[in-house]
Structures are given as C-alpha cells and as structure tokens.
C-alpha cells in the first residue's frame, strides 16, 4: 500500500510536469510562480478565516481548514494566472537548450510544489489519523523526498525573514527568527493535525515518548483543535523532525 501511495504521488508530478511543459519555459516558468504565490496566500490566510467559518457555520466546523486553506489555493491560483495571461500572454523565444531544460525543471518544480500543497490539504481534513492508511507525521512521501515538509520549511522561512510581523512577544522558542511572528514556532504544524484527525487511535509520538497534554502552539495549531481536538506535547526533537523546523540537539 505505501508503494503504491508513493508510485501514485510520483505519477500525478510526472503527470504535471508533461503538461505544463507543454507550454513553454516561458508558461512554465509563469505557472510555477503563480503556485508558490498562491501557496504563500492560502497559508498566511487560511487559519483566521477557517476560525471564524468554524464559529459561524457549525457544520462545517470539521472541515473548516481544509476548505479554506484549498479554496483560497485555487482562487489565488486562478487570479494569478488570470493576471499572468493578461500581462504576458504570449511566449518569450530561448535559446533551445535553455527551452527545454527551463520547461523541464519550471514544470517539476511546479508539480512538485502543487502536489505538496494538496497532501498538506489533506492533513488538514477530518479523515483517518493515518491518511490512506499509509501518510502520518512521520511519512516522508514519495519516498522519503518529504516534499510536504520541505514546503511547510519554506514557508516557514518566508514568515520568519521575507515577510516579516515583528513582535516584542516573540512565538519562537528557538529563537532562529529573532523577535519575528512565525508561522509554526514549535514545528508541530503535522504533529497537531494529525492529533486533530477523529479517526485512528495511532499515537501521535509513535514511539510511546510521553508528554501530557498541552495547548497547540499559535501559529501552526488546526481550528479543529480549538473545539474538541487536543495537541500532545512532544520532545523537541521529534517535533523540529516532523515539519523540517529547527532540532534541538
């Protein structure tokens, strides 16, 4: 069953990088933009508006992260590449092997930061702690790559030093960004969304690690947990592991 999450993971990259380098190195460079900006988008947004869906639309409360986060993914994504087509909506002319190496790499990357963005949507919905019986906190897909981390490691980095909220509170107890409001300052991002998950009694430390309860860090924490779910506290190791953030040693 792994193998063939990862080989179906693998193919559904393939898949989009033979089509968006279909459109050039031009398109594709624009396309790959157009994503890793629609990401930045939904994840500086998604949680105060899956917040405040989940205390206006009760039944939706579960779902709440998941909807907001993929629906402000794919309307960033349709207004980028709406504004894209418009600026720029003919091709730019490369030397040829500039072309096809640029489509080539411009097309992975995007499929490969599309796709990570779509497994993380997924860690955020209320299915099995386990999702498709094979990816949890641990799972590094496809094998072993962990492009799901590398993205939340990323965006990460974007909080703490690109895009930066200064606060005299600073969330980070690492101290890597300084003073910075980072998005996921315990990188527990995975380990509290898999906690939040109803379904499963796999245990979030795998490794019957204790911990007592306690409250989800700010940035990272699913709204889910705000009404029901609880995140456990985790040595600092295995948490720093879990989202590609900072390991103590």
């Not at 907001?68 to 418009?86: D, H, N, S």
């Not at 002319?93 to 990570?116: E, M, N, Q, W």
């Amino acid at each position: 069953m792994e193998v063939g999450i990862n080989l179906l993971i693998v193919l559904l990259i393939l898949g989009m990088t033979y089509a968006l380098s279909s459109e050039g190195l031009w398109g594709a460079a624009l396309m790959f933009f157009n994503v890793v900006f629609a990401g930045l988008i939904a994840f500086n947004f998604y949680e105060p508006l899956a917040k405040l869906l989940a205390e206006n639309v009760t039944f939706l409360s579960g779902f709440a992260d998941t909807l907001c986060l993929l629906g402000l993914f794919i309307v960033a994504l349709l207004l980028l590449r709406l504004t894209t087509e418009t600026l720029g909506p003919a091709m730019v002319r490369f030397p040829t092997p500039i072309y096809h190496l640029g489509r080539l790499f411009f097309g992975l990357g995007c499929g490969v930061v599309t796709i990570a963005i779509l497994l993380l949507g997924f860690e955020t919905a209320p299915v099995h702690k386990k999702i498709f019986g094979v990816i949890d906190y641990k799972a590094m897909v496809p094998f072993k790559m962990g492009i799901e981390r590398e993205w939340l490691a990323f965006f990460q980095y974007t909080t703490g030093q690109i895009f930066v909220t200064h606060s005299p509170d600073s969330r980070d107890p690492f101290a890597q960004y300084g003073d910075a409001k980072v998005f996921d300052p315990r990188a527990e991002w995975l380990l509290n969304h898999q906690e939040a998950r109803p379904y499963g009694t796999e245990s979030i430390l795998g490794d019957d690690q204790g911990g007592g309860a306690a409250p989800a860090a700010g940035g990272g924490a699913p709204a889910s947990s705000a009404s029901g779910g609880n995140a456990n506290s985790a040595d600092p190791k295995i948490v720093g592991a879990a989202a590609g953030g900072v390991v103590l040693p």
